[in-house]
């Protein structure tokens, strides 16, 4: 058991990579918190794991991400261990096409929900005396597709903040790291794709990966897993690809 009495919050652990996230840490015997702004899905995921609670957070808002981290240390007792995988993109189109209204949800789901994880949750890891933060950041912060430029931008601060915090929080025993999974099965897959899910479609993207297939959540949380487990202890500010080469 890798993650035998650790404690994580994973946020987005509705579907996708936060799902798998949160399956694989419950099977390495972490207590989770899965943490979503759908409370449907949430639930569900959280009732079919062994040691988990769901708590209905919005992580674009301050009061709701205060209110995890509390809830997350009064079901467990403490945070060893915070995941910001929520995340959300504009539909792949014309850089100019893009609405306000959907750059600022992008910035928000992505990049200001981990400065609000931070404020509100590096003091619950300090109380431990030390922790992981992963951020799921992306493939498209180091190899940018077209169509795609706003959430590309914000995958790139992700993986420079991500950095920053490692650094910083370093002398408090916090680990920061990030992952950069590329163009996975889940729910954002038509988005990132700008269109209907068909064979034609997705063997556009799969022919610039070279081991041939897109990712997965259990590949994404295999990865999550190593960061946040003891054989990771010196590794603190990589964001790895987690991308069958698409990167090289
Ligand atoms: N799927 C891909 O191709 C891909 C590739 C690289 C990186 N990513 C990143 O992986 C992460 C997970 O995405 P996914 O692909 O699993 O998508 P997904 O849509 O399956 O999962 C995202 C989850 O985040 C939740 N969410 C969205 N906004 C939220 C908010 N404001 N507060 C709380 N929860 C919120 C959704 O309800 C959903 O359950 C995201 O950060 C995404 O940018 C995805």
Same mark, same amino acid.
């Given at each position: 058991m890798?993650?035998e009495n650790?404690?994580?919050?994973?946020?987005?652990?509705? #579907?996708?990579?936060?799902?798998?996230i949160?399956?694989?840490?419950?099977?390495e015997?972490?207590?989770?918190?899965?943490?979503d702004?759908?409370?449907?899905? *949430?639930? /569900?995921?959280?009732?079919?794991l062994?040691?988990?609670?769901?708590?209905?957070?919005?992580?674009?808002?301050s009061?709701?991400?205060?209110?995890?981290i509390?809830?997350?240390?009064?079901?467990?007792?403490?945070v060893?261990?915070?995941?910001?995988?929520?995340?959300w993109?504009h539909?792949?189109?014309p850089?100019?096409?893009? #609405?306000?209204?959907d750059?600022d949800?992008?910035?928000?789901t992505?990049v200001? #929900?981990?400065?609000? *994880?931070?404020?509100?949750?590096?003091?619950a890891?300090?109380? &431990?005396?030390?922790?992981?933060?992963?951020?799921?950041a992306?493939t498209a912060?180091?190899?940018? &597709?077209?169509g795609?430029?706003?959430?590309?931008?914000?995958?790139?601060?992700?993986?420079?903040?991500?950095?920053?915090?490692?650094?910083?929080?370093?002398a408090?025993?916090?680990?920061?790291? /990030?992952?950069?999974?590329?163009? *996975?099965?889940?729910a954002?897959l038509?988005?990132?794709?700008?269109?209907?899910?068909?064979?034609e479609?997705?063997?556009?993207?799969?022919s610039?990966?070279?081991?041939?297939r897109?990712?997965?959540?259990?590949?994404? /949380?295999?990865?999550?897993l190593?960061l946040?487990?003891?054989e990771?202890?010196?590794?603190?500010?990589?964001?790895m690809?987690?991308?069958?080469?698409?990167?090289?």
């Open positions: 890798r993650l650790k404690i994580a919050v994973v946020t987005g652990a509705a #579907s996708g990579f936060g799902e798998g949160a399956r694989r840490f419950c099977e015997g972490a207590r989770v918190v899965v943490a702004i759908n409370a449907e899905a *949430g639930k /569900a995921v959280a009732d079919s062994a040691d988990a609670v769901f708590v209905k957070a919005d992580v674009t808002e009061d709701d991400v205060a209110a995890l509390k809830a997350a240390e009064d079901a467990f007792g403490g060893d261990i915070l995941v910001n995988n929520a995340g993109t539909k792949r189109g850089l100019t096409e893009v #609405s306000e209204e750059f949800r992008v910035y928000a992505n200001k #929900s981990i400065y609000l *994880g931070a404020v509100h949750g590096v003091s890891l300090r109380r &431990r005396g030390g922790g992981v933060i992963v951020n799921i992306s912060g180091v190899r940018p &597709r077209a795609l430029t706003w959430y590309n931008g914000s995958k790139g601060a992700v993986i420079t903040l991500t950095r920053s915090m490692a650094g910083e929080l370093a408090d025993k916090i680990r920061v790291c /990030a992952l950069n999974p590329v163009i *996975g099965e889940t954002l038509e988005a990132f794709m700008g269109g209907p899910d068909t064979p479609l997705r063997e556009q993207f799969i610039t990966i070279p081991l041939g897109m990712s997965r959540p259990l590949d994404i /949380a295999n990865a999550a190593f946040c487990s003891q990771a202890e010196f590794i603190t500010g990589i964001c690809e987690v991308d069958g080469g698409r990167c090289v």
